[in-house]
């Protein structure tokens, strides 16, 4: 069982950053996936970034050179750096990891407006 615990979120205005970050109970080390997904209110959850064991990376192509997907192994924190945000980033999202299983954290609620 892999317990994960977001932070971060907030409300923020157009062009502002913010990081989130995903603290796991399980060396991130031994976790093939972890990713940050986002969901809109009537919209499907979608991928924004992943970073795997090996440290590959990917991300949607609506975020590409604005967000950042990092890890700290010494503190098994998966981190999401978003910069340049959009009011079309307005979403809660959600940190996933996947082993043998798949688990989700709670969501943290991330609002971009003026």
């Known amino acids: 069982q892999v317990q994960l615990m977001e932070s971060g979120g907030g409300l923020v205005q157009p062009g502002g950053s913010l990081r989130l970050s995903c603290a796991t109970s399980e060396r991130i080390r031994n976790i093939g996936f972890m990713g940050w997904y986002r969901q809109a209110p009537g919209k499907q959850r979608e991928l924004v970034a992943a970073i795997a064991s090996g440290g590959t990376t990917n991300y949607a192509d609506s975020v590409k050179g604005r967000f950042t997907i990092s890890r700290d192994d010494a503190e098994n924190t998966v981190y999401l750096q978003m910069n340049s945000l959009k009011p079309e980033d307005t979403a809660v999202y959600y940190c996933?990891?996947?082993?043998?299983?798949?688990?989700w954290g709670q969501g943290t609620q991330v609002t971009v407006s003026s």
């Open positions: 996933r990891a996947i082993t043998n299983y798949s688990y």
